[in-house]
């Protein structure tokens, strides 16, 4: 029985001691908070910040894996290096080095195109379909609620998508409480403008990574294009410059120590709504055996990449995302360690269940209650199984290749509407892009090295979580898998472009008939992963049913001692606020809020990772700052720290000041907080951003674009 008293608006309704320095708010929440906001040192209107579709908040866009804004009326996109990372790799070769030496384009002809599976989207509307989607699931359990759920949301998106070039997607809040419609409008013909050298963007790289003091100027500049007609469109050298409906515009001051920040980004995941059980989960399992698996991964393709430099450019990305995987991974389980979390959740949620039987509503919420705990504590029999068996496609290009040609191979004989979702026509187009680009990430060696590490500790399961059709494929043991992998990869032509374009092209009957070895390992291991995902499925059908009555009862507890309420993140659009703040680490470890080009001398060895480049550090000793120092120190700023609540996703979020102006890029969290997705410690949560200051001077006296300076409407001094 589904408890509905206690309505979402009043599920979201804001306590009205919410903190400035925690909150992941929806738009939509922000007039609610307008007092807090003020007081706080916002000098707009609030209630403008409600609508998602206007300035400034249509300006920041979801770009690869994290955020970006606009910031020209010409469609430059500001987001961070490693963002825009992969971007970068694609575009470099041995003779030309654009991760190590940077990329300036001398005039717009020059801009390079991204990776074809790289895109930019701008969310132009968010609606809420509750309704909708809880009528349809009305009923039903398990996969049936799970299928239900999944249906109605290809409807609408199906629907949503009529219009070109639109993007939609359905996004619960609370665990399936309530559901949006987000539509946002898609280019796909993004171009590179602008990068500083990796000793620029990635100074420090893994020994700084989540550590402050910072000295990294972790950005980079695209630009987005449109066909002839002003619609989306693919690369084509015919297309011309995207012009948004608003971009931000970069203050000429800087910020200090307790100004007021803002900012707003497409925060990936948290977790702080999470039962105790999945607390204790995380930290026992999940995240040690993440690390583990990930830094082995990690030593396959820095010893591949040390004899073999092509080699190592092809999986420079792969690896930027392993190594900074691992290093969140440690500090989130540090930090989850150090705070005794699974203690304090424990007791947190006891006094929650104590709490609600007192409520009205108690008696008819407990049954739920109980069942979300038993299925979160069945999926635990399937864990490890079901996470290696992913990391062969996240891990791979070339198998991830023939399991997609695979996958589609089942999914295009169905109703559009009946396809997994990931395989229907709207996905067709990355899927070829996904399958082009292989050809400048893959290498044979390395991906059969990569495979044996992952398969070699899947043999090592106890023989009640082996699949027999992986048995089949590559064997039981460490010598049939060697003799397995050479022989698949002696016998496929999937590692030609052409290949595989065909492939894409072929019929399912073509597909399923084909004797390549790559795609006949693929189609042996389909029902393997076809029972996955069933069970997957069927674990988050009953989740999503029945966890609204969890966060039902949490959600009013934590109002009732005065708590801040927001939606755990998924990926939509957020704001949050705060101000620029020291750091008290430890027990006499004190941070400053600001770094300078100073640190950068300071740490500079001559060698990777802190081998800053010639031309900046000449530009250092130069001294030529004038228009960019620091009014009160002379000082030329490069990182700064504020208390802004962020996560994975965030990274290119803008940073504005109290008068809407763009004075950062967010690109980090430091350390002691990194666990924050999980738990929030206002103690210890800081964000850590790039001086808007700092890129304008490297753009200006480093590596010059003055032309890229007046778009920005930041002139050279």
Request: aromatic fraction near 8%; proline fraction near 5%.
């Amino acid at each position: 029985m589904r408890i509905r008293t206690m309505m979402l608006g009043a599920a979201v309704a804001l306590a009205l001691d919410a903190k400035a320095d925690e909150g992941m708010w929806l738009p939509s929440q922000l007039p609610q908070i307008a007092k807090n906001l003020k007081e706080a040192g916002f000098r707009g209107d609030p209630a403008a910040l409600a609508d998602l579709t206007r300035a400034p908040l249509n300006a920041v866009v979801r770009i690869g894996g994290g955020t970006g804004s606009f910031v020209s009326a010409d469609g430059l996109v500001v987001t961070n290096h490693h963002v825009a990372f992969g971007v970068i790799q694609y575009n470099s070769r041995p003779d030309r080095d654009l991760i190590t030496n940077g990329y300036v384009a001398p005039d717009r002809a020059a801009e390079l195109p991204a990776n074809p599976d790289y895109r930019l989207r701008v969310t132009v509307g968010f609606d809420k379909v509750t309704d909708r989607v809880l009528a349809a699931a009305k009923g039903k359990e398990g996969r049936a609620y799970y299928d239900a759920v999944d249906a109605v949301s290809k409807s609408m998106v199906a629907e949503c998508e009529k219009e070109e070039g639109i993007r939609c997607s359905v996004a619960n809040m609370f665990y399936g409480r309530d559901f949006y419609l987000v539509k946002q409008l898609e280019l796909r013909d993004i171009r590179l403008v602008y990068a500083p050298p990796r000793a620029i963007g990635n100074y420090g790289d893994e020994v700084d990574n989540f550590v402050w003091p910072r000295h990294a100027g972790d950005f980079t500049i695209l630009r987005a294009y449109v066909g002839p007609d002003g619609k989306p469109a693919d690369y084509s050298k015919d297309n011309k410059p995207y012009h948004p409906p608003s971009h931000l515009s970069l203050a000429t001051d800087g910020v200090a120590e307790g100004d007021f920040v803002m900012l707003a980004g497409y925060p990936g995941i948290t977790y702080r709504h999470r039962t105790a059980a999945e607390f204790a989960d995380q930290v026992e399992w999940r995240l040690p055996t993440a690390v583990s698996v990930l830094k082995a991964l990690q030593d396959v393709i820095e010893t591949q990449g040390k004899t073999d430099k092509d080699a190592g450019i092809r999986y420079a990305s792969q690896l930027q995302t392993l190594k900074n995987g691992i290093k969140r991974f440690s500090g989130e389980l540090e930090g989850l360690r150090r705070s005794d979390a699974v203690t304090v959740r424990r007791e947190d949620e006891a006094a929650m269940l104590a709490w609600l039987k007192k409520r009205p509503e108690g008696a008819a919420l407990q049954p739920e209650i109980d069942q979300v705990m038993a299925v979160i504590a069945k999926g635990k029999d399937v864990r490890e199984r079901d996470f290696l068996v992913g990391l062969l496609s996240s891990q791979t290009q070339l198998l991830r290749g023939a399991l997609s040609l695979d996958r589609l191979a089942v999914e295009r004989p169905k109703a559009d509407a009946d396809r997994e979702a990931g395989y229907q026509k709207r996905d067709e187009e990355l899927i070829a892009s996904q399958l082009k680009q292989i050809q400048r990430r893959y290498d044979l060696r390395v991906e059969k090295a990569l495979l044996t590490s992952v398969l070699s500790r899947y043999q090592a399961l106890p023989d009640a979580q082996r699949l027999p059709e992986l048995d089949k494929v590559f064997g039981r043991t460490p010598a049939e898998l060697v003799k397995a992998l050479d022989r698949i990869y002696a016998d496929t032509k999937l590692g030609d472009e052409a290949e595989r374009t065909r492939l894409f092209a072929a019929t399912s009957a073509e597909i399923d008939g084909s004797h390549d070895a790559l795609l006949v390992a693929a189609r042996t291991l389909r029902p393997a992963l076809l029972r996955i995902d069933d069970e997957r499925k069927t674990r988050e059908g009953d989740l999503l049913r029945l966890r609204p009555a969890y966060m039902q009862a949490l959600v009013a507890y934590r109002e009732a001692q005065g708590k801040a309420v927001y939606p755990d993140a998924n990926s939509t659009l957020r704001v949050s606020y705060g101000k620029v703040t020291p750091l008290i680490a430890r027990d006499a470890v004190a941070y400053a809020p600001m770094t300078t080009v100073a640190g950068i001398v300071e740490k500079n060895t001559g060698m990777e990772p802190f081998d800053a480049p010639k031309p900046l550090l000449d530009a250092i000793r130069k001294g030529d700052f004038a228009g960019y120092a620091d009014p009160a120190t002379g000082a030329m700023p490069v990182d700064f720290l504020s208390n802004l609540d962020t996560t994975g996703g965030n990274s290119g979020s803008p940073v504005l000041n109290a008068k809407g102006q763009m004075v950062g890029l967010n690109f980090d969290s430091n350390w002691e907080a990194v666990s924050a997705s999980w738990m929030y410690d206002p103690r210890y949560k800081r964000a850590i951003h790039v001086d808007m200051r700092y890129m304008r001077w490297l753009i200006d006296k480093v590596y010059p674009s003055p032309a890229l300076l007046r778009e920005l409407g930041v002139p050279a001094k």
